[in-house]
């Protein structure tokens, strides 16, 4: 069951996101979930389509990549975004050799909120807090659209795939796990 109210089901700061894009049209597509949709199980799920058409807006920390802008705290890692499809695993490894980087891990709670200005299970692919390289996986051009966060663990909204990596300012690359 979904709610229908004109969009104000998005997260504030990304309604205002999609306003600010001109994508005003996208927040009454934006729809809410009485059950959270914080996995991409629980979203495919209450959506009713393949696991895969999930978008997932994972952050990563790296450190030592001459192709990020060093900054934070001592001994933190650069925040990354990474968007894979839901039916797919993030490797580290893959993505520490895009970014030419020493050290890659999965970014902690708080830096994810400090990053994003989302909760972990709510991140959608662009509207932060602050911009952050932005790394998406060619797997999700495999579907005519996808779906994301849009700001809360409830609430998902449409896009075509070139659009979503293009609005988040997304570098296609190859950093899913291989299957054998």
Partial sequence: MTTTDGGSDAHPRFAEALRALGLDDLTAQVRRFPEATRTAAEAAAAIGCELSQICKSLVFAAWGSPLLEQGGEP????????????????????????????????????????????????????????????????????????????????SVFPMEPETLVSHAGGTLVDVRERTS
């Fill in 75 to 154: 001994g933190e890692g650069v925040p990354v975004l990474v968007l894979v499809d839901g039916a797919s695993r993030v490797d580290v490894e893959r993505v520490r050799q895009e970014l030419g980087a020493a050290k890659v891990t999965r970014a902690g709670a708080g830096v994810v909120r400090e990053t994003t200005g989302y909760a972990i299970g709510g991140v959608p692919p662009f509207g932060h807090r602050t911009r952050t390289r932005v790394l998406a996986d060619r797997s999700l051009l495999d579907h005519d659209v996808v779906w994301a966060a849009a700001g809360t663990p409830y």
